[in-house]
């Protein structure tokens, strides 16, 4: 068995794709993964240290490393209708965003980089773990949170407003899904272990859908105060026939996002081979 480490979240999306290649489920053609896991900026963080072999990673990261890795066809999210949206507890025009304070998930994230991209001026900001933003809020520690994952489903109950769907805004400027994460591979491994990890993960999202109630105790071991519902709504938001294979409209949209950022200057200029196929 040839160790590889493999970074991703608790998130029920990520358990649900990965639960088949971790406990052996499929063919993994020899390959044995050394799970880290991590929050979304942790696992960043990582990234940019190009720290581990397979990572899943925030689009906005990858743009800082894209000489490190290298993304691959299966495991991402991207998707319509599944965007980071802006909340708060009292209404806030767009127009007031450059004057209020905003607690993010991370700098490094996608959501961020929407944010960025949408509203340039929205500049005071301060990173709060995600799960953490809502509380942020109605604690008055910022005036608006940005929200990814679960928080989706939980913001209203807690009686706070959306501002703005930042998804939404993506679809509406550009046709195209929204590009969330990937999952990508050191570019320092062989090109046959490369393809190989590619194809290992293409089957373990493959079982995932043909076996949804497989990874039940895998996804429920890290979300266990998640009720059933939730957990799979959240995985119906993110893993879709993206996430089998990006295909042509996925990898436009990953392009189309590092091409407005780039222009805006939120980007730096990056490697262009940034697909393994």
Known sequence: MQKITLGFSTCPNDTFIFDAMVHHKIDTEG??????????????????????????????????????????????????????????????????????????????????????????????????????????????????????HENRFTYQKKGLK????????WEQNTGLPIPLGGIVVNRELDKNLQEKINRVMKRSVAFAFENPKEAYPYIKQYAQEMEEEVMYKHIELYVNDFTKDLGKDGK????????KAISLGILPEMNDQIFLT
């Open 31 to 148: 390959l044995d993964f050394e799970v880290v896991l991590g929050d979304v900026e942790e696992l960043n963080q990582k990234a940019l240290k190009g720290a581990l072999d397979v990572t899943k990673i925030s689009y906005n990261a990858y743009a800082k490393v894209s000489d490190k890795y290298v993304i691959l066809d299966a495991g991402s999210a991207l998707g319509y209708k599944n965007g980071p949206l802006l909340i708060s507890k009292h209404k806030i025009y767009k127009d007031e965003l450059h004057d209020v304070k905003i607690a993010i998930p991370g700098f490094h994230t996608t959501a961020n980089l929407l944010l960025s991209v949408a509203f340039p001026k929205a500049k005071n900001k301060k990173e709060y773990l995600f799960s953490d933003i809502e509380e942020a809020v109605l604690s008055n520690e910022t005036d608006a949170g940005l929200i990814i």
């Open 162 to 169: 959306k501002i703005v769907d930042l998804g939404e805004y």
């Open 252 to 259: 436009n949209a990953i392009r189309e996002l590092y091409k």
